[in-house]
Structures are given as structure tokens and as C-alpha cells.
């Protein structure tokens, strides 16, 4: 049998051989680097490329829930609330105390230094306005509009005081430190509060559900009010007893307990809900402690008496700057730590 090259040599004679046996060498080389390049790479090491990014999302950081700081931040902060939010008593310039400025909101008033401690993505704001209670915050005071109406699907974080003037803070005070003689005093005035109280107990809740409805991926902080007195003999001229302010300090108390389980409720109805944002409480009862009006460096204002009208000055017993400062602490600790639990 003759083989397939001595039948070439003879076909082709001995210079047609050798020109048919290099072009089949080059089509055997030639082929695989353009039909196949994964194997050109293989053998050559060549043309090889790192795979490009194949444009999926990646799990973790798509699962990962947010921080608390995050979610505060994400949005517009805005400050709501009563005199203990809009800065009452921490008058510090000549535009702090505008008797045009209805809401007395002041330069120090806590808000500023948490808007300044974050960088909030859309911005802050402060409609705090004194003398507010939950349904003024509903229905606006004084001429200024809704304070809720200032919120919305854009806000990630809520700041506020309120519950105070709903139980007559003002008015049960003046009823302890000035002594009328056709007045109930001081513990006279205990049904009064009891009923104010459960009144409370039933606009606090119908509000801060007003306020998450309308600002739903918002951390709401809400916050109670400092014990105002040290207990001790002498504290404004004697013009208060200790007893008196034992009574009232305990009344403090129990309003912090009514704020503190409508938040608790609150929260857990966002919980159960499956709903983003939060409700948060912030005690505020010891963040005077040893700092009380009748201390030696006091972060609450003293009584003044307006002797015309017969009542405390509004700047009676509400924060200095150095009581501002001091809320102000608590509230960037409490947007730093967040509620206890996961946010969505």
C-alpha cells in the first residue's frame, strides 16, 4: 500500500510536498487561535482577560439593615416640640428675646447643636414653638401654622417635647410658688393633674400616630422633662417648700412614665406593622441631677414673678443654656444608639 506522503511526493513531486505540508500545519495553527480563544489562552497564555463583573448585587450589602445613625441622617431633621424644645430660658443675644417671636425659639435651644453634631442629607429645621401642646402641634398656636404639617415622607429624624402644658405645668407651678390665699396651693392641685393626665394618656398616642403616618421612615425621639428641684430648704427664698417640691418633682415623674408608655406603644405598633422608622423615648427626669434649681450651678432657671399678672415668668424653671447643652447630649446619644432594635 502506498503511504499518504509517497503519494503526495508523487502527485505533487518533491517541492509540492513540502509547500502542502506547511500549509497544513499553519491551518491547524491558525484554527484554534480564531475559533477557539479560551484554548488559545490555555496553550499560549495569551489574550487572556480577567472576567469582567457580572453586574449582580451583592447579597450582604443588599440584606444589610441600615445603622440607626444612617437612618436619621439619610433624610431632613426638624425639631418640634414645646418651650423645653424651642429654648425658653436660654436667651443668649438680643434676638432671643424678639417679643415678635411668638414660639421663643433661641439660639440655643438644643436643636442646634444636634443639627450641627450629623450631617443630615435634605437639611434641618426648627418649628418648636412654646406654650405648645399635642394639639397644637396638630392645629398650629398663636398664628403659626401646624407644626406636623412641617414633616414629611422625607424626614428621617423627628425631635420633640411635649405633654407639659396638656397637664398645666405652668399654671400648677404658679399655684405652688405664689401664695394666694383664695388658692388650692400646691398638692391641692393633685386631682386637677390626675385628670389631665389621662387625657394625655389619649392625645399623646393620637399624635405621635399622626406623626409617624406622616413622616413613616422617621426615628421619632421623644422626650420627658428634667426634675426641676433639689429638695432642699431655702430654694427660692423659701417661696417653695421641700415639700412642695418633692410633690411636684414626683409630678415630673409621672408625666415621664404617660410619655414614656405612649412611645413604648408606639414603637411596638411600627414593630408589629413590619414598618420602617422608630419611636423612641429619652429620659430626660436625671439629666439635671445635681444641677436642680437650688444647686449651687443650677441648669434650670429660677422662679421670676410677673406681680401684674400674678404669675411665673415663662422662663421660670425651664433650662439654661447649660440645661439646653445638656438635653442636647442626651439626644445625640440616643440618635447615635438607636432603639434597641433592628430598622428597616
Same mark, same amino acid.
Given at each position: ?14 517541492? #509540492? ?23 488559545? %489562552? ?8 480577567? !472576567? ?5 448585587? $451583592? ?8 445603622? !440607626? ?6 433624610? =431632613? ?23 415678635? $417671636?411668638? %414660639? ?12 450641627? =453634631? *450629623? ?9 418648636? %414653638?412654646?406654650? @405648645? ?8 398656636? #398663636?398664628?403659626? !401654622? ?5 414633616? #414629611? ?12 402644658? $396638656? ?6 407651678? /404658679? ?10 396651693? %400646691? ?6 393633674? /390626675? ?9 399623646? !398616642? ?22 426641676? *428641684? ?14 412642695? +417640691?418633692?410633690?411636684?418633682? &414626683? ?5 415621664? &412614665? ?9 414603637? @411596638? ?11 423612641? *423615648? ?25 406681680? @401684674? ?14 440645661? +439646653? +447643652? ?6 445625640? $446619644?440616643?440618635?447615635?444608639? &438607636? ?6
Amino acid at each position: 500500500m502506498i503511504s499518504p506522503v509517497a503519494w503526495v511526493r508523487g502527485r505533487l513531486g518533491e517541492r #509540492g510536498a513540502a509547500l502542502a505540508l506547511l500549509a497544513l500545519l499553519l491551518a491547524l495553527a491558525v484554527v484554534p487561535l480564531v475559533v477557539m480563544p479560551a484554548a488559545r %489562552c490555555e496553550a499560549f497564555g495569551k489574550g487572556c482577560r480577567a !472576567p469582567g463583573p457580572e453586574g449582580k448585587a $451583592d447579597p450582604v450589602a443588599a440584606t444589610r439593615t441600615p445603622t !440607626p445613625l444612617e437612618v436619621a441622617t439619610r433624610g =431632613a431633621y426638624v425639631a418640634l416640640g414645646d418651650s423645653y424644645s424651642s429654648g425658653v430660658g436660654a436667651e443668649a443675644t438680643v434676638a432671643d428675646q424678639n417679643p415678635l $417671636d411668638r %414660639c421663643h425659639r433661641t439660639s440655643k435651644a438644643y436643636y442646634h447643636e444636634v443639627s450641627q =453634631a *450629623f450631617r443630615f442629607a435634605k437639611g434641618t429645621a426648627f418649628w418648636a %414653638c412654646s406654650g @405648645a401642646t399635642t394639639d397644637d402641634v396638630l392645629d398650629g398656636r #398663636g398664628g403659626e !401654622p401646624p407644626q406636623i404639617g412641617r414633616i #414629611g415622607r422625607d424626614t428621617s429624624l423627628v425631635t420633640i417635647s411635649i405633654g407639659g402644658n $396638656d397637664v398645666g405645668f405652668s399654671r400648677v407651678l /404658679a399655684g405652688c410658688v405664689i401664695k394666694l390665699p383664695w388658692g388650692r396651693g %400646691c398638692t391641692g392641685q393633685g386631682e386637677e393633674i /390626675a385628670r389631665r393626665m389621662a387625657e394625655l394618656r389619649q392625645s399623646l !398616642p393620637a399624635l405621635l400616630s399622626k406623626i409617624t403616618q406622616r413622616a413613616p421612615y422617621a426615628r421619632v425621639v421623644v422626650m420627658s422633662y428634667p426634675k426641676a *428641684f433639689s429638695e432642699v430648704s431655702g430654694v427660692d427664698g423659701d417661696n417653695i417648700t421641700v415639700a412642695d +417640691q418633692r410633690w411636684l418633682n &414626683g409630678r415630673a415623674y409621672e408625666l415621664g &412614665g404617660v410619655i414614656r408608655q405612649s412611645v413604648a406603644e408606639a414603637d @411596638a405598633r411600627k414593630v408589629a406593622g413590619h414598618r420602617p422608622g422608630s419611636v423612641e *423615648f429619652v429620659d430626660a427626669y436625671g439629666a439635671f441631677a445635681g444641677h436642680e434649681v437650688g444647686s449651687r450651678d443650677a441648669y434650670m432657671n429660677g422662679l421670676t414673678v410677673n406681680l @401684674a399678672a400674678l404669675e411665673a415668668e415663662p422662663r421660670s424653671y425651664h433650662p439654661t443654656v447649660a440645661g +439646653q +447643652q445638656a438635653l442636647a447630649r442626651l439626644f445625640v $446619644d440616643q440618635i447615635k444608639k &438607636g432603639p434597641g432594635r433592628p430598622l428597616s
